[in-house]
């Protein structure tokens, strides 16, 4: 460590150590022999516990330094940067949210403070095998492939489709050598300048645009708008190629872990190597190695889910949101944030760029575009051949429907017609289970969760009702919990299991496959089905949103939405928004090859404004109507919201509380904010907690966090109480 440093800490020198224990402030403590350096991970004593922490800055002092214990020792980490520290501190001022909880995101790899570890690598030794095999051939082969790489016992097996006995084999006669090296090593090198797809002009337009606002060295923010398999993420691949040639760090945020499998091949493809990832699908020692080389410039390049963006990049020029209107960045638990908001955030903060790629962008990222704050590059035709589908509505009003059947005759005239000539049919249903509802026919009673405010959903494959708020389930029963009537218990309206019931009987030559989160024990499962139906592997596919995010089915050319106006109702302000990015989405899985698709859309309403804008392909038509309607209304993003949740086991609790805060709103009319409520959540209750909440509506320009902040802290919580804050909500549970 360079003590030339002139803000290095010499050994004694009293230093606040920020933990992410719940603490209001850092924690003075003297520097470890050696000395530290501002940002410095280190292990402290905290009462009778070792903690990990990082040196925030010069100790505040003011008590006996004779008490002052030491700081144990510095992590084999790199510091972290001021620019993080920064990000942190701003990110916990927006969020309103306490550091040690920001620290705790910015470390979440296991093992920081463990000594590095040692791992066995096999690379291509001198020996030559005394007896040769298809196997043993095949481990050759990809030593012999990669050049010079090492790999792990299980990459090097997997990678030729062997058993690990086939590799000891070959090390026991020399063919293989093993070697023992840190486990934590730098990932392969992407090269930038293996050849490019060659681009369509609009695409090499696009990708000029970003590639220049790279060359500026400054921050900015791009909004790549294109429809579906208008090849955006070829075009931002030429981002990352000039981030990587500028030897700076480019992150990937993606919403949904199925989507990784396709996008890591593709980075392979382009650039050679595969890239660092982090998400919940991620070993705890990869995530370990991860974290540890984007910090030391051993990772030019991750990609990952929304927490990615907390990771202790040491050069980052580039950040792709891609899907940006996907609610899952939207972080719902913990520290409530919103990855995109975020990662404009970090950007602007180390002069890095920004993509926000997506179809169907949220109206936020499209208002940001339209004043001016964003870029914006535009992608109109689909690559190749393909073209946007058909769209059109089947008016359900004119559909003669058997009781419990959603498949409109005019849907299975299609689909039939699709299967006969070997090409794919989605039928699309956002509803996971089985049946939603389950209704007691002798008194009427429908079977709700003991904890929450919700319905039991049954999910037929696992023989179980469970609760979609707080996941409890139980066996399905055979007499009413409330009036003891046997075998009376109906299923109400449909669900996507209870979808695949129909169409097997509707179609009974097809294969079906149903895709529901909640049917595959783990992504890898979910990603070879969805590898297995792109190659033909089914005929109907049934799916959840899950199908919407970008996956390519080639022989998909029909797309039937069984229930279009699903989602047109509810409270949330964002509801048009979404019905309309979700059926837009879904209708773009139609015809993404060669053949031209079609989307039929079952709706009861089919004069619906949003409905009418889908069918015409208005894109910019219905964001002008949305915003001017959000306009008007003065909420987000032409106003801001905040909503405070208060729950307790008591229900009179939360309610006194919440009028208490009603009444004392005088530090949010001083920034002209207003409060709603309290009222019960639409969730009232979840995990046996009534929750109350407030709505806080100001003007655009408002200091909303500070207000907040000086308006909660007049009342005290009493021990069961919580109260949290979200700050521009997205969801209104
Ligand atoms: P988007 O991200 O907009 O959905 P993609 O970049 O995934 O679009 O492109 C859709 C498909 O078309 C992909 O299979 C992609 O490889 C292919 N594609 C797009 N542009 C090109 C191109 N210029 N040359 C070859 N293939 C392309
Ligand atoms: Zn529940």
Request: glycine share 10%; charged share 25%; aromatic share 6%.
């Amino acid at each position: 460590m360079p003590p030339s440093n002139p803000d290095f800490f010499d050994e004694g020198a009293l230093v606040a150590v920020l933990t992410a224990q719940p603490l209001d402030r850092p924690l003075d403590y003297l520097a470890p022999e050696g000395g530290c350096l501002p940002g410095a991970f280190v292990e402290v004593p905290l009462g009778p516990r070792k903690v990990l922490g990082v040196v925030w800055g010069p100790g505040k002092g003011g008590f006996d330094l004779k008490k002052a214990r030491s700081i144990i020792r510095v992590l084999d980490v790199a510091p972290m940067r001021d620019e993080m520290q920064e990000f942190l501190r701003r990110a916990a001022d927006y969020t309103l949210t306490p550091m040690p909880a920001m620290l705790r995101l910015a470390t979440r790899a296991p093992g920081l403070s463990n000594p590095p570890s040692m791992q066995k690598i096999y690379r291509l030794g001198e020996g030559e095998p005394s007896r040769i095999t298809d196997a043993r051939t095949r481990v050759l082969e990809v030593l012999r492939g990669y050049g010079g790489l090492g790999f792990t016992l299980k990459e090097l097996s997997d990678l030729a489709g062997v058993t690990s006995s086939v590799v000891k084999g070959l090390v026991t006669q020399g063919a293989v050598r093993e070697e023992d090296t840190p486990r934590d090593m730098p990932f392969a090198r992407l090269d930038p300048s293996l050849p490019a797809k060659s681009l369509t002009e609009d695409q090499q337009e696009a990708a000029g645009a970003l590639r220049e606002g790279l060359r500026s060295g400054t921050y900015g923010t791009t909004l790549l708008r294109g429809v579906t398999g208008s090849g955006k993420t070829e075009v931002y691949l030429e981002a990352v190629a000039e981030a990587l040639r500028q030897g700076r760090q480019a992150l990937v945020l993606l919403p949904e872990i199925a989507l990784t499998a396709e996008f890591l091949n593709r980075v392979e493809v382009r650039f050679g190597a595969r890239p660092a990832e982090w998400h919940s699908g991620v070993t705890m020692t990869e995530r370990r190695r991860t974290w540890k080389m984007v910090g030391q410039g051993g990772a030019q390049m991750v990609v990952g889910a929304r927490s990615a963006l907390f990771l202790p990049f040491q050069n980052l020029g580039l950040i792709i949101v891609d899907e940006e209107h996907d609610t899952s960045y939207k972080q719902e638990d913990g520290v409530l944030y919103n990855a995109r908001d975020m990662a404009v955030l970090r950007a602007a903060i180390c002069g890095a760029r920004v993509v926000l790629a997506s179809a169907t962008p949220s109206l936020e990222s499209w208002a940001n575009a339209e004043a001016g704050k964003y870029d914006r590059l535009d992608l109109d035709a689909r690559y190749g051949a393909a073209v946007m589908p058909d769209l059109a509505a089947i008016d359900m009003r004119a559909q003669k429907l058997p009781s419990n059947r959603w498949i409109s005759p005019s849907l299975q005239v299609a689909a039939n017609d699709r299967i006969a000539r070997g090409e794919q049919v989605l039928l699309f249903l956002n509803r996971r289970g089985y049946a939603p509802t389950t209704i007691c026919r002798a008194c009427g009673h429908q079977i709700g969760c003991e904890h929450c405010d919700a319905r039991m959903v049954e999910h037929r494959f696992q023989k179980r009702l469970i609760c979609h708020q707080c996941g409890e389930s139980a066996p399905l029963p055979t007499t009413c919990p409330s009036c003891g009537a046997e075998d009376r218990l109906a299923a109400v309206g449909p669900g996507v299991e209870r979808l695949a019931e129909e169409a097997t009987a509707l179609f009974p030559e097809a294969r079906i496959a149903v895709l529901s989160s909640d049917l595959f024990g783990s992504a890898r499962a979910l990603k070879e089905q969805i590898e297995e139906i792109a190659q033909g592997g089914a005929d109907i596919i049934i799916g959840t949103q899950l199908v919407a995010k970008g996956h390519n089915f080639p022989l998909l050319t029909l797309v039937g939405v069984i229930d279009a106006d699903l989602g047109l109702q509810g409270s949330d302000l964002r509801a048009a928004e979404r019905t309309f990015q979700l059926m837009r989405q879904v209708a773009g899985r139609a015809g993404r090859a060669e053949r031209r698709g079609t989307a039929l859309l079952q709706t009861f309403q089919p004069e619906h404004p949003v409905i009418r804008a889908i069918l015409a392909g208005d894109e910019n038509g219905f964001w002008r109507a949305e915003a001017d309607a959000r306009r008007q209304a003065g909420v987000p993003p032409y106003g801001r919201m905040a909503g405070i949740i208060l729950s307790s086991p008591d229900m009179q609790v939360v309610f006194d509380i919440g009028e208490d805060l009603a009444r004392r709103d005088g530090p949010l009319r001083a920034v002209g904010a207003q409060v709603f409520g309290p009222a019960p959540a639409p969730v009232a209750r979840i995990r046996g907690r009534h929750r109350v909440r407030l709505l806080v509506k100001a003007p655009k320009g408002a200091a909303l966090q500070a207000a907040v902040a000086a308006w909660v802290a007049q009342v005290r919580l009493p021990p069961q109480a919580r109260l949290s804050v979200d700050i521009d909500p997205q969801s209104f549970y």
